[in-house]
């Protein structure tokens, strides 16, 4: 399996990452947070350690350490927009048992 972006992801990111002028690709992984146990953390990756795995999604590279992907193997990360002011991304998580109410932490 792998980690992949939707369009609306994939062009959101290349954008950030050209308005930078520098990085790698986007960096994603988990920390212990929230009501449910793990949130997700978001994070341009500027380099590429021996730790990390590197997938490709519609021309991003997304990295993730490799202790991270019994969290996130499978993991589709979306960029939505509901109105003017509220925009993020969102994820799909096939491994997620259980969320919290807010959707802004998960249990596996």
Known sequence: MAITLTEAAAS????????R????GLR?????SGCSGLSYTVDYA????????VFESR???VVVDA???????GLEVD??????LNRGFEFRNPNAKDQCGCGES???
């Open 59 to 61: 021309g991003i590279k």
């Open 67 to 73: 202790e991270q992907l019994a969290y996130l193997n």
């Open 106 to 108: 998960f249990r596996v």
């Open 79 to 84: 960029f939505v927009r509901s109105n003017l």
């Open 28 to 32: 994603i992984g988990t920390q212990k």
């Open 12 to 19: 959101h990111v290349a954008a950030m990452l050209k308005q």
């Open 21 to 24: 002028g520098y990085g790698l």
């Open 46 to 53: 500027d380099t590429i350690g021996p730790a990390d795995r």
